[in-house]
């Protein structure tokens, strides 16, 4: 067994399941993964940036749900915007 082995991690592309290596994430696409070989392709849409994840790593956005409760924050006056110094 493969210390940089990825089982939870499956190339979008080629179908790749649990590949090793660098994983690159679109930072656009929800769930998009692909294997370094896929990438190094330049398949997937140019404007779209991606994650190097290296082999171990994890994202923090890929951690439990955080809530953020700031809708108060809609309906408050927008004070900074006479504040401009220049
Ligand atoms: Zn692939
Ligand atoms: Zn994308």
């Known amino acids: ?6 089982p939870n991690i499956i190339c ?12 690159y994430k679109c930072f656009i696409c929800p769930n998009y993964d692909l294997c370094s070989m896929c ?3 330049k398949e997937h849409d140019a404007k ?11 994202l923090p ?5 955080r809530k953020v409760a700031r809708t108060d924050d809609e309906d408050r006056p927008r004070r900074r915007e006479g504040m401009r110094a220049k």
């Not at 979008?12 to 290596?21: E, I, N, P, Q, V």
């Open 48 to 58: 779209h940036p991606f994650v190097h994840i290296l082999p171990g790593q994890t």
């Open 1 to 6: 067994m493969a210390a940089d082995h990825q």
């Open 12 to 23: 979008d592309k080629c179908g790749s399941y649990g590949f090793s290596g660098i994983r």
């Open 39 to 41: 990438y190094e392709k």
């Open 61 to 65: 956005s890929e951690g439990p749900p």
